[in-house]
């Protein structure tokens, strides 16, 4: 049985590993990405809907294609988005109204990357925002509600992030000192969190299942 998959941040850095494996993937016959620009790829399973976030679920409705998993790595920082309010459009706003759009285009599944630290009670902004979507995906009843919390996302990125290239360059040896609960600080490969996700996609888990370091790593070796 051929699937169909649904993506959004597919322009990002753990985004565009997941194309990649999503579109190599045999599970999938079609892979259709939601996009403010095009991701500039020609693949025969890849299906662009370009359109903006704030009417991405009447854009999909009308594309009437049903899809079967969801995959969400729509994310930004505070600095970037250049205000708080900005970043909860994105990190909020965009990925429930993902969520919802997928959820009524049929999606069973829904996987999305969160971060370390996520939680709806936190005193900080960035993790209070990433928990919150963490809990309104998971309050939309998908069969399944996979949420990958990553530490520090290692890769090449189009922009320039001095704290974080200073943290990527200390990873390799700081790693191996994070072992314990600590551990799920680890940093971890962007391509790791998208195999991640995939392999995830596959499994017959039900409910809502968090994946830190640990799982991630083993998913994305299966």
Same mark, same amino acid.
């Given at each position: 049985?051929?699937?169909? $998959? !649904?993506?959004? *941040? $597919?322009?990002? !850095?753990? *985004? *565009? +590993? !997941? !194309?990649?494996?999503l579109l190599d993937a045999p599970t999938y016959d079609r892979v259709v990405v939601i996009t403010r620009r095009s991701v500039g790829l020609s693949h025969p399973k890849l299906i662009e809907i370009v359109t903006d976030f704030e009417t991405l679920e009447l854009a999909l $409705?009308?594309?009437?294609?049903? $899809?079967?998993?969801?995959f969400c790595a729509l994310g930004t920082t505070i600095r970037k988005a250049g205000s708080q309010p900005a970043f909860h459009?994105?990190? +909020?706003?965009?990925?429930?109204? +993902?969520a919802r759009a997928a959820k009524a285009s049929g999606a069973t599944r829904f996987l999305l990357v969160s971060a370390i630290g996520a939680s709806a009670r936190s005193s900080i902004f960035y993790s209070r925002v990433k928990g919150e979507a963490e809990d309104a995906v998971a309050a939309l009843g998908f069969e399944a509600a996979h949420i990958f919390r990553p530490g520090l996302i290692l890769g090449e990125r189009g922009d320039r992030r001095p704290a974080e290239a200073a943290m990527m360059g200390a990873m390799p040896f700081l790693n191996p000192l994070l072992v314990g609960p600590a551990k799920i600080y680890r940093g971890i490969p962007a391509d790791t969190v998208a195999a991640a996700m995939v392999a995830a996609a596959a499994s017959s888990a039900r409910g809502r299942i968090v994946h830190t370091y640990a799982s991630m790593a083993s998913l994305a070796q299966a």
């Amino acid at each position: 049985m051929t699937r169909t $998959a !649904l993506v959004a *941040g $597919a322009t990002g !850095l753990v *985004g *565009g +590993f !997941l !194309l990649k494996r999503l579109l190599d993937a045999p599970t999938y016959d079609r892979v259709v990405v939601i996009t403010r620009r095009s991701v500039g790829l020609s693949h025969p399973k890849l299906i662009e809907i370009v359109t903006d976030f704030e009417t991405l679920e009447l854009a999909l $409705a009308k594309s009437a294609i049903h $899809a079967d998993d969801a995959f969400c790595a729509l994310g930004t920082t505070i600095r970037k988005a250049g205000s708080q309010p900005a970043f909860h459009r994105v990190d +909020f706003d965009y990925v429930v109204n +993902f969520a919802r759009a997928a959820k009524a285009s049929g999606a069973t599944r829904f996987l999305l990357v969160s971060a370390i630290g996520a939680s709806a009670r936190s005193s900080i902004f960035y993790s209070r925002v990433k928990g919150e979507a963490e809990d309104a995906v998971a309050a939309l009843g998908f069969e399944a509600a996979h949420i990958f919390r990553p530490g520090l996302i290692l890769g090449e990125r189009g922009d320039r992030r001095p704290a974080e290239a200073a943290m990527m360059g200390a990873m390799p040896f700081l790693n191996p000192l994070l072992v314990g609960p600590a551990k799920i600080y680890r940093g971890i490969p962007a391509d790791t969190v998208a195999a991640a996700m995939v392999a995830a996609a596959a499994s017959s888990a039900r409910g809502r299942i968090v994946h830190t370091y640990a799982s991630m790593a083993s998913l994305a070796q299966a």
